[in-house]
Nanobody
Framework: QVQLVESGGGLGQAGGSLRLSCAAS????????RGWFRQAPGKGREFVAA????????DSADSMKGRFTISRDNAKNTVYLQMNSLEPEDTAVYYC?????????????WGQGTQVTVSS
């Protein structure tokens, strides 16, 4: 059974940092794209960032470039999202995802999400 499990969410302060992790099990994703999405209250799901299998190519939403960094450790089957300069608008449930192809929309595997709340 394939599982993606996010961790590292919680309460952060504006201007601060949080690091999310997403560990995969049941399948090795070293060749797959890993992505992060988020969904704020009352809003649709929003693409955050993605990284290719080798970790040498990334894509990030414009609003998060320079603040959020995606990385991966294939030996640990884990992807990370380093979030710096947090803003209250970053409050959302953050989901990790995985798929063979790089995109900002269609992913086959999804985690259950982790809540990030940023206070001002």
């Amino acid at each position: 059974q394939v599982q993606l499990v996010e961790s590292g969410g919680g309460l952060g302060q504006a201007g601060g940092s949080l690091r999310l992790s997403c560990a995969a099990s049941g399948r090795h994703f070293s060749s797959d794209v890993r992505g992060w999405f988020r969904q704020a209250p009352g809003k649709g799901r929003e693409f955050v960032a993605a990284i290719n299998g080798k970790g040498d190519s990334t894509d990030s939403a414009d609003s998060m470039k320079g603040r959020f960094t995606i990385s991966r450790d294939n030996a640990k089957n884990t992807v990370y999202l380093q979030m710096n300069s947090l803003e209250p608008e970053d409050t959302a449930v953050y989901y990790c995802a995985a798929d063979p192809l790089m995109s900002r929309h269609c992913y086959t595997y999804w985690g259950q999400g982790t809540q990030v709340t940023v206070s001002s």
